[in-house]
């Protein structure tokens, strides 16, 4: 039975990283195939359509960044804090090349393309993300650390859509440092 569960999880990641270096319509199951080395059959006795892979694959991205986020919030009490540690995991994740885009922030850019259900879950992401930095600046702004310009709630989509900017940017350039030299000014920006 593990087997199984593991053959899953290597598809994962292998779609995972497919996803994040071209986009959902750059892959398709023999592509997954010579990575993985298993016959497209078989990935489709996991996940019957692109679709389902690629829905599943975000779901388990989404709950990947709550665990993450829900870390965060236990570990680090202070709002500014908080920002810099969410800035600092991306900026790692460029330096080290880990994991050096956000697998939703790429799909969305394909939003028009992708299936419904997909399209859902990349949208999910959004609120989730978009509703902890809400919660955060809210925060920060009672206890007199943040100092915002509008409401938390644009301040915090603000920030998420620079944050992905800085992504893309750093893609565009090819340049590990682009994130950080983008990204840190926000945080200067809105701190009190």
Request: aromatic share 8%.
């Amino acid at each position: 039975m593990s087997n199984t569960s593991t053959r899953a999880d290597d598809i994962l990641r292998c779609a995972r990283s497919l996803i994040v270096r071209g986009g959902y319509n750059s892959f398709s199951y023999a592509d997954i195939s010579k990575v993985v080395g298993i016959r497209t059959a078989s990935i489709h006795h996991h996940f019957p359509g692109k679709a389902d892979l690629v829905r599943v694959l975000v779901a388990q991205y989404r709950e990947e960044a709550e665990a993450g986020l829900a870390a965060l919030e236990r570990n680090v009490a202070d709002p500014v804090e908080q920002l810099r540690a969410y800035l600092g995991y991306w900026e790692g994740c460029f330096t080290d090349m880990d994991d050096p885009f956000c697998v939703c922030a790429l799909l969305a850019g394909e939003a028009p393309v992708l299936p419904e259900a997909v399209a859902l879950e990349v949208r999910a992401h959004f609120r989730q993300l978009a509703d902890w930095l809400t919660s955060v600046f809210e925060r920060g702004a009672a206890q007199g650390r943040l100092r915002l310009a509008g409401p938390a709630r644009v301040e915090a989509e603000l920030f998420m859509a620079s944050v992905h900017g800085a992504m893309l940017s750093t893609r565009a350039y090819g340049d590990a440092t682009t994130f950080a030299v983008i990204a840190r000014p926000l945080l200067e920006r809105v701190s009190a």
